[in-house]
């Protein structure tokens, strides 16, 4: 089974680079950095089509929340971590319209 992360901005990085935009963040600040970002949620997911998988993920995280979610509604500027099971790792930044696949640079939150 793989799991899923919800990474979230640290309160003290809201007011900078919250709720932007992918391409503002790249110009800006060089890209984003994962030392910004807390761990708000962790979970499995199944196998299938990831932009379908991440579409239901916004879902859940804006409609029917875990009861133990600690973040705030899924928003531009979060980001969903895909662990697979053979260790790799994907990042997709929720932008103003859909996700993005984003090349992380430093793997330390």
Do not use: A, W
Not at 56 to 82: A, M, R, T, W
Request: proline share 1%.
């Amino acid at each position: 089974m793989r799991t899923y992360t919800i990474l979230q901005l640290k309160k003290d990085k809201i007011h900078e680079k919250g709720f932007m935009m992918l391409s503002f963040i790249d110009k800006k600040f060089g890209g984003v950095k994962l030392g910004d970002y807390k761990l708000t949620y962790t979970g499995e997911i199944g196998y299938g089509d990831i932009d379908v998988i991440l579409e239901e993920l916004y879902f859940i995280f804006n409609c029917s929340q875990p009861k133990d979610f600690v973040g705030h509604s899924l928003s531009v500027g979060d980001i969903i971590e895909i662990n697979e099971k053979n260790g790799d790792q994907k990042f997709y930044y929720c932008d103003s319209i859909g996700f993005k696949e984003i090349l992380i640079k430093e793997n330390k939150l």
